[in-house]
């Protein structure tokens, strides 16, 4: 396994550094200049579409998707140092650069499994960073876990399907600019393989039946830049049957398409997080003084920051062996990693982060330091796209498997 980076990410790197340092951390004070005055705190400031544009004047666009007819053409492990280094402006880097989920996952379904209609009506607009869109799983009735237990109905009605349900934490639905759903649901609710009764389906946000009914806070937080995690019902909305996203009873096998490369991608910006907390932690250790002596002199002090840098130098290195496998066996054959890389990830970057908040004192927790956000974005990710304890009972069982 080589790691090194090759001539191509070098160049991005460079260039992804130097967008962040010259615009990407001056806009964070500016974009919530500008969404104290926004008309509704779901629209785009202003500084976000000016990020969007300079980024893709400067090649910095769509690099996730490795598809080169559609995107930038990278490898999981070329993509893997250029998706950190967003992670450490998590709420505006990812957007900026049209890299961003649910968008993403999304795109990355559209290309796998949508039809040429499907491709020019979504995916092209999505591409351009023209349009937002949400991806509609989990709901609130039931352990979304198992995505077995999903009971959302999809139901064919002559040449259409008409959908019923309630969904919630679907993230990005608030956002005005969020023009379709991938919605997954029961076609075959009573079929034999329970891995086989799901499907998706395109569900444009303007269908009549569909209710984005309200922001779900995280911690707090709405996530605007997001666009935020909404509540939303199904009540008969009704789509052509064209609308199916591959085929009949292929919902649970395309959601786990589309998970594999969105855990990873977490992973990768967790990591960025981490960096961004690392580096706060050590500026505020040189810079403040206590009981007559800088922090930076204080014992505990330096455990917090020596025990974080072994840990992100440890995940950096799993994460990157598991991009390499995914590249060179697949995402199926690099499944164990996958599982590793989510279990490890979030917490241990939680931790780190909340090292940097007890340093910070009051300001850690306050809205002066992006701290205490940070820390509900990694926090959610314990749960999101599997929570740990699903991943933990299933990396057990192939372990087990070799002894039984």
Known sequence: MDFAFDARTEE????????????VYPAEAVAE?????????????????????????????????????YGAGLTNLQYAPLAEITGRSPQLAPTALNCAAPDTGNMEVLTQFGDDTQKKQWL???LAGEIRSAFAMTEPE??????????????????DYVITGRKWYISGAMNPDCKIFIVMGKTDPDGADIRRQQSMVLVPRDTPGVTVKRAMRVFGYEDHY????????FDRARVPMSNLIGEEGGGFAIAQARLGPGRIHHCMRLIGMAERAIELMCRRAVAREAFGKALAQQGVVHN??????????????????????????GNRG????????????????????????????AGGVSQDFPLAELYAG????????GPDEVHQRSLARRELKRYV
């Open 12 to 23: 991005l790197r460079a260039k992804l550094l130097a967008f962040m340092d010259a615009y």
């Open 33 to 69: 200049e500008q969404r104290a005055e926004l008309a509704s705190p779901w629209d785009t400031p202003a500084v976000v579409e000016e990020l969007k544009a300079e980024a893709r004047r400067q090649g910095l666009w769509n690099l996730f998707l490795p598809d080169s007819e």
């Open 124 to 126: 092209e607009p999505l």
């Open 142 to 159: 039931v352990a979304s876990s198992d995505a077995t237990n999903i009971t959302t109905l999809i139901e064919r009605d002559g040449d």
């Open 226 to 233: 997001h666009g935020g995690h909404a509540e939303v019902i």
């Open 304 to 329: 917090w920051i020596a025990d974080a840098r072994v840990a992100v130098e440890q995940l950096r290195l799993l994460v990157l062996k598991t991009a390499w496998m995914m590249d060179t066996v």
């Open 334 to 361: 690099a499944h164990a990693e996958i599982q590793a890389i989510k279990i490890a990830t979030p917490r241990t970057v939680v931790d780190i982060i909340d090292r940097a908040i007890q340093l910070h004192g």
């Open 378 to 385: 990694a926090r959610t990710l314990m749960i999101a796209d």
